[in-house]
């Protein structure tokens, strides 16, 4: 089974640690696995001890690969030693647009994930995993529930693991189309059963998660590194790296490029670089004018800014996010008006709907949009987006509201000729 | 999926199947947290009666032990839970910035030409429905959609007309009873067929 996924052969730019050339390999056969090494880094840990393998963890700088980039390891210390039951919670609730790279762990290489789930509930003193895999994705539905049936089998789940005396459950949850349960507390909101409506916070759900329990939520890519981590050392991670940011990470470029897909570098790589040594440079030759650096809730770069790079810091220290390394390109020919509307009509669509700022004004971004496309437009209204984006921004219980004002603004403040040579063009073509 | 039920007297029970598949997943959650499966339990009454009309929501409420007014907010709240009968085919195109980049609104026209309704339509045959759908997390392999369960990456406009020309053809080819049927059948876009070249 070929993925479809990666590029089969590794670009010379790329590290590939998580990546693999399957070459006729079906690694969601627990067997090929195995054959390849896999659950190693169990045997390890065990000789290591619980400790000693968070600490790893924590010193490897093993950032969030969900989005937000927060250290994994100092996520798990978070978690109150008072005797209640804990869970692990997986979020593969994979939604941000221009992000396709869980996708491929969870259809392609299951085990790599599970492995991680394994040693992440091992350490966290977790008994019972669930792995939110959202609604569309069928086939990875399939794969992982196939999967953690023959690990059950072979003894990896359950009772008294390989003989270690530690029981684990690990069960696949389905979404249902809704983008907000990718935030963590709406995930959790939606495994209860209940429509995705994120939480306040605090408490958070390393005290009050799941089912009222402490929980730790992290992404799959996240869990996939743990292995790694465990096998190769800290030292050896972080030097895959830039400075606390340890790793390599999945980008996955998509858009207006030669060679779009998924590709695996060191952290610290350039944006430039994977644009135009990468993803092949932009299609047909044209000139680059804007780029979605890590998912479409990032504030957008033009085509000076691609200098960056690509780590957690980096990208932040410019004004935008790594995200969840969703690179979408545009070339000079794109239309940013129609952008604009796809981005705004999105986070209008998937707004749980509790907070007015967000509710309401997603619907007005989205309106503006709209008038702008059919010639509409008033004057001010690249003003009037900048105003509702900054009554959004900051007012709202989770971070839909910034997911949908900081692009927004960032299209609106830095593709304003764009945006008025559209509205212009259609204005005319409307008398 | 099972016969729709002809008759309003009879009352709607789940097929010993489902009962058993819902029993396996009301396993997975604590025993005090039956809500939890909640929407894995929907997909299978979507899988045994089409879509989630009043009764069927009843039925479920019943099956867990949950308030009604619970699976009714979740049914609400999802769009992958269905509300309305839906055709034989769900066509989902997803009209994100990845796969407008590269061409989606093309597919899209091709979908309006080739089956005549527009998005969030249904065929007066019941067979297709359309759908503009956000993003599939296929940015690289764009565009792309889904038909029922099925991926489709990389679709050319070419491709797009023959997949459902093949299906039309398919449908009239085997079922000439369904394309003849007065209303929209009740079958979701999960029990979309998996036979056939692009089912």
Known sequence: MGSPHAVTVPHPLETRVLLRDHEGKDYTQLANYLARGGFGAWKKAVEMGRDKVHTEVRAANLRGRGGAGFPAGVKWGFLPKDGRPRYLAINADEGEPGTFKDRYFLEEDPFQMLEGILLTSWVIGAHACYVYVRGEFWRAIDVCERAIAELYQAGWLGKNIQGSGFDLDVYVHPGAGAYICGEETAMLESIEGKPGWPRLKPPFPANIGLFGMPTIVNNVETMACVPVIVNDGADAFNALGSPKNGGTKLVGVSGHVKRPGLYEVKMGTTMRAAIYELAGGILDDRELLCVIPGGSSCPFLTKDEIDVALDFDALKTIGSMFGTAGIVVMHDGTNMVEVLTRVAHFYKHESCGQCTPCRQGTGWLYAIAKRMGAGLAAAGDIDLLVSACNQIDGNTICAHGEAAAWPIRSIAQKFRPQLESAMRARMTASM | ?199
């Open chain 2, 1 to 199: 999926m099972s016969e729709p039920s002809a008759t309003s007297a009879a009352p709607l029970a789940f097929s010993a199947d489902a009962k058993a598949r819902i029993a396996g997943l009301l396993a997975r959650y604590p025993q005090d947290r039956k809500q939890a499966a909640l929407i894995p339990a929907l997909y299978v009454a979507q899988d045994e009666f089409g879509w989630l009309k009043p009764e069927v929501m009843e039925l479920v409420a019943r099956e867990l032990d949950v308030p009604l007014t619970a699976v009714l907010s979740t049914a609400m709240f999802y769009t992958m839970l269905k509300k309305q009968p839906l055709g034989r085919w769900h066509v989902q195109v997803c009209t994100n910035v990845s796969c407008y980049l590269r061409g989606c609104d093309g597919l899209m026209d091709v979908a309006r030409q080739e089956l005549g309704i527009g998005p969030g339509e249904t065929t007066s045959d019941g067979l297709f429905t359309l759908s503009a759908v956000e993003c599939l997390a296929a940015c690289g392999m764009a565009p792309a959609l889904q038909i029922g369960k099925k991926d489709h990456f990389n679709v050319s406009t070419d491709q797009m007309r023959q997949m459902l020309q093949d299906l039309k053809a398919d449908a009239r080819a085997h079922a000439p009873a369904l394309a003849a049927a007065p209303t929209p059948l009740p079958s979701s876009g999960h029990t979309a067929p998996t036979a056939g070249p692009h089912g």
